[in-house]
């Protein structure tokens, strides 16, 4: 692969722009890799194992001669980095982001950018529970979807050597409206991430059932929610802050049919029961015949290969 | 290990059976292990696989002369299986079950069981989403717990040499009250088990993101809950219907817990949910510090190492 982008600033080391590090590393498309944290000891960290090519003391620093750069940070901060780097971009650059909900983004962060700057909403729907520089890995996004969500007037050639970077890091690219990926996403993301902090904070919270007994026999559904629910704090409430409509509207309708699998329970309606948990299988094929997870039994966890 | 039963019986053939008589296999448990399937279709796969030492037509044929008998049926037919082997049981036999629940099996089977039975009901905490005679694998029950609940006058001696049995498969074994059974698996198994089928179920039945939008953008969380929810249907409903109270109690806390960060979100409440979302990371690492569950980020699914 040969180089797409001169110089990447990452603003913000977490597990995303150290994934993109690494990735952008492996293709060869960034001529140099520039990242600045706010915190010193992850500045420390992403030295000690070389993260990038550059780690600067201050965001200015970073963004300065990048024509690429990327925020990677909790989306209820983008509005103040993108204030803070305008004066600094360089002609003509490209801004991007890899923040969960994009109408929040684009308010924030567009009315701050120069008119000499082409801004690029970007969500790459990958990740794990861990975070922190230390976390990233250059194999993130491959074969998963990063969905670029352009402004109306977003040059067709920006576009077009944006999408090439994010296909050469790994990923499927994917083009949609704002409003249409903060819903999807409230599905396929959000909605169940609420869903697992709370059956979390539940098992944590009954008095007749102790911690202990909770982690033990975890094996047999529970664990699985105990992954998601240890995802990064700070990231999750901005999510749900700034996707609260399409959050609200899907755990409406989480709830209506929860009562109603309940209604099921309490009055035996086994047919009922049984005629959803058969539905249900079925999207599961799709997810593995679509590539997007592993067939493995368990998540291949011990498994019989 | 050195021979704990001289014939050991499995009645039903589907994941936990197939897995039992692989780790009776490995650890040498059983003189000879026995299988019985009410489907043609599943003895015909079990004799292929040569899954056990001999695979019977009838489930008299099979209990019969057998020291060990091992129920491994849906909780909503232990009560009619029960009934139909009691006439066949070798004198002096163990009966036991792999149920999810317990205070509705032992209702099932026990007035069936003669006076020289002893009936030990258990459950292993472990399984993946897979079924039949072929997801059977030998390092299933590994680092897992068998929970025994043992009824008032379950002989000594019997008990001790079935949990030498158990701890052979690779289990760690404990002991608890029916009761108290059913309400930790409530919470450690069958709530999520039942909120992972419901947000599948919205996913897939909403008008305004399709189903393929659904299975693309998966990777952000919601394809841990497609998992869970492929579950078998039918031993899912047995569940469900056999442990309704404790499920209903547990599933009514949830809903309590989620109309409150449902509130926090709506009011924007952003500290209740950073800490509330802070206080679930704890129990993954509890999870993980007993072993079960693996630390490699997002189940090791192609992860850094």
Same mark, same amino acid.
């Given at each position: 692969?040969?180089?797409?982008?001169?110089?990447?600033?990452?603003?913000?080391?977490?597990?995303?722009?150290?994934?993109?590090?690494?990735?952008?590393?492996?293709?060869?498309?960034?001529?140099?890799?520039?990242?600045?944290?706010?915190?010193?000891?992850?500045?420390? $960290?992403?030295?000690?194992?070389? %993260?990038?090519?550059? #780690?600067?003391?201050?965001?200015?620093?970073?963004?300065?001669?990048?024509?690429?750069?990327?925020?990677?940070?909790?989306?209820?901060?983008?509005?103040?980095?993108?204030?803070?780097?305008?004066?600094?971009? !360089?002609? /003509?650059?490209?801004?991007?982001?890899? /923040?969960?909900?994009?109408?929040?983004? #684009? &308010?924030?962060?567009?009315?701050?950018?120069?008119?000499?700057?082409? *801004?690029?909403?970007?969500?790459?729907? !990958? /990740?794990?529970?861990?975070?922190?520089?230390?976390?990233?890995?250059?194999?993130?996004?491959?074969?998963?979807?990063?969905?670029?969500?352009?402004?109306? =007037?977003? @040059?067709?050639?920006?576009?077009?050597? +944006?999408?090439? *970077?994010?296909? &050469?890091?790994?990923?499927?690219?994917?083009?949609?409206?704002? =409003?249409?990926?903060?819903?999807? %996403?409230?599905?396929?993301?959000?909605?169940?991430?609420?869903?697992?902090?709370?059956?979390?904070?539940?098992?944590?919270?009954?008095?007749?059932?102790?911690? @202990?007994?909770?982690?033990?026999?975890?094996? !047999?559904?529970?664990?699985? +929610?105990?992954?998601?629910?240890? @995802?990064?704090?700070?990231?999750?409430?901005?999510?749900?802050?700034?996707?609260?409509?399409?959050?609200?509207? $899907? %755990?409406?309708?989480?709830?209506?049919?929860?009562? &109603?699998?309940?209604? !099921? #329970?309490?009055?035996?309606?086994?047919?009922?029961?049984?005629?959803?948990?058969?539905?249900?299988?079925?999207?599961?094929?799709?997810? #593995?015949?679509?590539?997007?997870?592993?067939?493995?039994?368990?998540?291949?966890?011990?498994?019989?290969?």
């Amino acid at each position: 692969m040969s180089q797409i982008y001169e110089r990447v600033a990452l603003i913000g080391l977490g597990l995303i722009a150290s994934s993109i590090a690494h990735a952008a590393r492996r293709a060869g498309v960034a001529g140099e890799i520039v990242g600045y944290a706010r915190s010193a000891e992850t500045r420390g $960290i992403a030295r000690e194992i070389e %993260l990038c090519d550059r #780690i600067t003391e201050t965001m200015q620093d970073a963004v300065e001669g990048a024509d690429l750069v990327i925020l990677c940070v909790p989306v209820g901060v983008m509005g103040d980095v993108a204030k803070e780097i305008a004066p600094h971009l !360089a002609d /003509g650059a490209t801004v991007s982001d890899v /923040g969960s909900t994009k109408r929040a983004v #684009i &308010a924030a962060v567009q009315p701050h950018m120069p008119g000499h700057i082409h *801004f690029i909403p970007a969500h790459p729907v !990958a /990740g794990t529970e861990q975070s922190g520089p230390r976390s990233g890995f250059e194999t993130l996004f491959d074969n998963r979807w990063c969905l670029l969500t352009p402004l109306p =007037d977003t @040059s067709d050639a920006k576009l077009e050597t +944006f999408t090439q *970077f994010w296909r &050469a890091l790994g990923s499927n690219v994917d083009f949609m409206d704002p =409003d249409h990926h903060d819903l999807v %996403l409230a599905v396929t993301s959000h909605a169940p991430h609420l869903i697992a902090y709370t059956m979390v904070g539940v098992a944590d919270d009954l008095s007749r059932v102790t911690d @202990s007994e909770v982690v033990k026999y975890s094996a !047999a559904g529970f664990r699985d +929610f105990t992954r998601i629910a240890a @995802s990064d704090p700070t990231m999750w409430r901005d999510v749900f802050l700034t996707n609260k409509d399409a959050t609200l509207e $899907i %755990l409406g309708r989480f709830t209506e049919e929860l009562f &109603a699998l309940q209604r !099921a #329970i309490r009055t035996g309606d086994g047919e009922h029961l049984h005629d959803y948990f058969t539905r249900t299988r079925a999207i599961r094929r799709g997810v #593995i015949e679509a590539g997007q997870d592993t067939d493995a039994p368990d998540f291949g966890r011990g498994g019989p290969n």
